[in-house]
């Protein structure tokens, strides 16, 4: 048997991801997805799976070259529906992706839904005889094969007026529609407006369970629902044309996915804490009486993030992953009131996708050594259903994970993870990444981290780091940044770089740093504050505040935490160090981004990449064609990951790349 190796871009075609998992009404089955390179086509591809709850038969469901999505039974267990934009057969089959469906008894996919405008999303109604859409009328219509038509100018009049891979916004909304499986039909389900300025979407529905009304979450604030993130809970009877009653009041984020009580009376859905900070917004557990009334708070010294509930077994309580401090736990909230919250998962890891029908729970479940995989939750107890990766995991070697914490110099506690490479020796001192996660509202934690093991393949340590900013550690640890970034989280990320030293482990003089998106932007505070690293990266970054308003899709984070640049333009300047001090920066740094990125654009790494340039400080830039801020063509992932070890390898260690073998037709055409 061959020796097994440290995590390499070449594994990055074997490792298969597992996710969507959906439990069918009897309890006997999960239908989930398996997303794998196809690296010809250099694309991923998803396929429909399903397990049996005993674990003992998981059979593939599709095979086509289109991708499939969005797994779900139908309420009377006979079909399994899923997203796809394959193109049926037929002079009136609509192009796009469409609703299909698989018939449990047998025989091929059928494609379910006909509609012209984008399907943003779908849920049974309870009997199984109507779909709830979300549909968005498409501004450019599609030609035969799916392609657009010839554009033509975008014309925009919204405040908020762009996001990363929707694009430029027009006034273009989703709203909710009834699709009535027998007949075809196609009816629009609420009476609000569709289009012109100010006008609003609707997104999120649900059935209640009685199927005569549809909760759903919308900001209709007044005079322009752009300015403000103020989305509320609606609910309106289950018939076309009806009009919305609104359930919710609170000036800030009330939000999905929304779940409701088994006697259609309550809605349970996540309230935020605070107007205005939405970035920063602790999502808080909440219910509302659907014929209005008070809502209420279920687990209100709960001081952490919770995720999308999901109704327990019994009806009494909601299901919800809930990140603290280096690790994400299923928690069980009761709706009695009494804010009790039980941690169901035990151990370390990471726990997301939960679902529930026919008394059983399934999720996905991930740790430091295992990339995520279906599990039955049974109590408290974890069950594995599926092993998609075991194989792979067989030849690889995995470097194990340790917690790691210091005090800053201004009296905080910062807490991380430390990974040594593949191969360490104790009493060695390794070479060191510190890689800061983006957010920064997210946190590092005890799960499978591709990156970081791809890193400690490589041959480097790595750290991590859960500066002020990030979740994980309550509401008041993550707005301590607000309005004063480059700060804090330096002195956290100093304070445990510190600390990894200290170890003993570490090779001081052998540290590079860097991350993405607001990792990025943190990598380019770091280099503008200190020179101890030899090199650094900056992914999707930026160092020029004001120069990047209006440019990317942050406009209400600008206006609520920052202000207008007129009006507040010694703040805008002094968090924009890096660039208005570039003369400081040493650091040899290499910038990358997606050409189609407007979460974080390019020229925020362009304008970086210029002035390092012009100070003299080795820089580099790489611009990938066609990616939005999570890349998706797996050719440039990987070529990511062989530019930063590339760079960090120069820098860092020393080690000259060594040249790369021209590929046989690119010799024949050097000739």
Do not use: C
């Amino acid at each position: 048997m061959p020796a097994k190796h440290g995590i390499t871009p070449d594994d990055l075609v074997k490792m298969v991801r597992v996710g969507a998992p959906v439990v069918s009404p009897d309890g006997e089955w999960v239908a989930y997805t398996v997303s794998r390179i196809d690296a010809k086509e250099d694309k991923n591809g998803s396929q429909l799976w399903m397990v049996s709850w005993d674990g003992k038969q998981d059979v593939q469901l599709t095979f086509g070259k289109d991708g499939v999505g969005e797994p779900q039974w139908s309420p009377d267990g006979r079909w399994l529906a899923f997203t796809t934009g394959r193109e049926a057969e037929g002079p009136n089959a609509a192009k796009g992706e469409q609703v299909w469906v698989l018939d449990r008894r047998g025989g091929e996919a059928q494609q379910l839904t006909n509609v012209k405008q984008e399907l943003e999303g779908y849920k049974w109604s309870p009997d199984s005889r109507t779909l709830l859409l979300t549909l968005q009328e498409r501004d450019e219509p599609l030609e035969d094969k799916g392609k657009p038509a010839t554009p033509k100018p975008i014309v925009i009049d919204r405040y908020h007026y762009k996001e990363d891979r929707v694009g430029f916004l027009t006034d273009k909304q989703p709203h909710l529609y009834l699709f009535d499986i027998a007949t075809k039909k196609l009816s629009k389900l609420t009476n609000g407006p569709v289009d012109g300025a100010g006008s609003f979407g609707e997104e999120g529905g649900e059935w209640s369970p009685d199927g005569t009304k549809v909760a759903f979450t919308s900001n209709q604030s007044k005079p322009d629902p752009d300015r403000s993130a103020n989305p509320d809970v609606f609910v309106v009877e289950a018939r076309a044309g009806a009009a919305p009653k609104q359930l919710t009041t609170f000036a800030g984020t009330d939000s999905g996915p929304l779940v409701w009580s088994r006697d259609s009376t309550v809605i349970v859905y996540r309230q935020g804490t605070a107007p205005h900070y939405s970035i920063y917004d602790l999502r808080q557990m909440a219910m509302v009486p659907a014929a209005g009334g008070e809502p209420k708070l279920l687990a209100p010294k709960l001081d952490a993030w919770v995720g999308a509930p999901v109704l327990a077994p019994g009806g009494r309580a909601v299901l919800t992953a809930v990140p603290q401090d280096r690790d994400e736990w299923v928690g069980e909230i009761s709706l009695n009131g009494g804010g009790n919250v039980a941690r169901l998962t035990p151990g370390s890891g990471s726990a997301s996708g939960i679902n529930q029908a026919g008394g059983h729970v399934a999720l996905l479940w991930s740790t430091d050594a295992a990339p995520a995989e279906i599990y039955a939750l049974e109590g408290d107890k974890l069950r594995k259903l599926t092993g998609h990766n075991d194989a792979w995991l067989a030849t690889v070697e995995v470097a194990p994970t340790e917690n790691i914490e210091a005090k800053t110099k201004d009296g905080s506690e910062v807490h991380g993870l430390l990974t040594m490479p593949v191969g360490y020796v104790a009493g060695t001192k390794a070479p060191m990444i510190l890689f800061i996660h983006g957010g920064p509202t997210a946190q590092d934690q005890h799960g499978f981290d591709v990156s970081r093991q791809m890193f400690a393949g490589h041959g480097y340590a790595v750290l991590q780091v859960n500066y002020r900013g990030s979740t994980g550690r309550g509401q008041a640890y993550s707005m301590a940044i607000s309005a004063d970034w480059g700060d804090k989280e330096v002195i956290d990320l100093m304070a445990l770089t510190d600390a990894a030293v200290a170890t003993g482990k570490i090779d001081e003089d052998k540290m590079g740093v860097g991350g993405w998106s607001y990792g990025g932007i943190l990598t380019d505070y770091t280099i503008a504050s200190t020179t101890r690293f030899k090199a650094a990266s900056s992914g999707a970054g930026m160092g020029n505040l004001l120069g990047f308003y209006g440019i990317d899709q942050y406009i209400l984070q600008y206006q609520d935490e920052l202000g207008a640049p007129w009006k507040n333009l010694d703040l805008y300047v002094k968090l924009s160090y890096p660039f208005l001090h570039a003369d400081r920066i040493k650091t040899p740094t290499l910038f990358m981004g997606g050409d189609k990125d407007f979460n974080v654009p390019v020229e925020g790494g362009e304008q970086m990449y210029q002035a390092l340039r012009a100070v003299g400080t080795p820089a580099e830039l790489i611009v990938y064609p066609g990616q939005f801020h999570g890349f998706t063509r797996p050719s440039f992932i990987k070529q990511r990951y062989e530019s930063w070890f590339g760079w960090y390898d120069k820098y860092v260690r020393g080690i000259t790349p060594k040249p790369v073998e021209k590929k046989a037709e690119e010799k024949k055409e050097a000739e």
